[in-house]
């Protein structure tokens, strides 16, 4: 475990269903992060929250749409999603200003639009 | 936009050898990173350098950083078998705390 938990670790949906991908961290990290991996593809970043602030959203579209109730909790709710939108979403937190240790990820959540 | 680019795209090489990995990016960075990724699993931090920093060691890991030519490189001496896995270079760029990606290098080490 890397300190950064996602839930679930798969999920297969189908294009009219509502779900949620959720990630914690107790690291005392204070900014939050939401990326996308697709095959073949550089990791997208998604969503950047500071302090649970939204400093970044990298155009996502609108039926992908992030929370963060605190520093230490992050969810991306999920509605109406398109196959092309299966992919490893992976979660990772750090401090605001970055330092040796980087980026701490997440196992990522694997999802399938059916 | 994607900022890093890792070159080979793809490395195969025998238990014992060292693989050597290169990464170019083109804006200006505050630092460079270095990222591990097993098959459909997260990514693990492996290394970071500092815009103002060289050459940095950690393990069996040497990283270089050349800013004028806007480019990095990973050397990963003695490999392992276990060491088979994608590795990633990530700029972070002084316009921003972002952390951009390139598409990574897929090294195989053969027992």
């Known amino acids: 475990e890397t300190g950064v938990t996602q839930t679930p670790r798969h999920l297969v949906m189908g294009m009219t269903n509502k779900k949620s991908l959720k990630c914690e961290q107790h690291?005392?990290?204070?900014?939050m992060y939401w990326y996308k991996q697709s095959a073949k593809k550089p990791l997208e970043l998604m969503f950047v929250?500071?302090?649970?602030?939204?400093?970044e959203n990298n155009s996502v579209p609108s039926r992908f749409s992030p929370e963060c109730p605190n520093s230490s909790h992050l969810f991306l709710h999920l509605h109406t999603l398109q196959p092309e939108d299966s992919a490893l979403y992976l979660c990772?937190?750090?401090?605001?200003?970055?330092?040796?240790?980087?980026?701490?990820f997440g196992s990522g959540t694997r999802l399938t639009v059916v | 936009s994607q900022q890093g680019e890792e070159d080979p795209q793809a490395l195969s090489i025998q238990e014992g050898e060292n693989a050597t990995m290169n990464c170019s990016y083109k804006?200006?960075?505050?630092?460079l990173q270095w990222y591990r990724q097993n098959s459909g699993r997260g990514l693990v931090h492996l290394i970071l350098?500092?815009?103002?920093?060289r050459e940095k060691h950690s393990g069996r890991l040497r990283v270089t950083l050349d800013t004028s030519k806007k480019s990095s490189s990973l050397l990963i001496t003695a490999s392992r078998a276990a060491d088979t896995a994608s590795y990633f270079c990530?700029?972070?760029?002084?316009?921003?705390?972002?952390?951009?990606f390139g598409e990574g290098t897929q090294l195989t080490v053969n027992p």
């Open positions: 990772a937190s750090s401090q605001v200003r970055v330092t040796d240790y980087g980026y701490t």
């Open positions: 690291l005392g990290h204070n900014a």
């Open positions: 929250y500071n302090f649970k602030e939204q400093t």
């Open positions: 804006t200006s960075i505050n630092n």
């Open positions: 350098i500092r815009s103002n920093e």
């Open positions: 990530a700029t972070e760029e002084t316009s921003g705390s972002r952390l951009t």
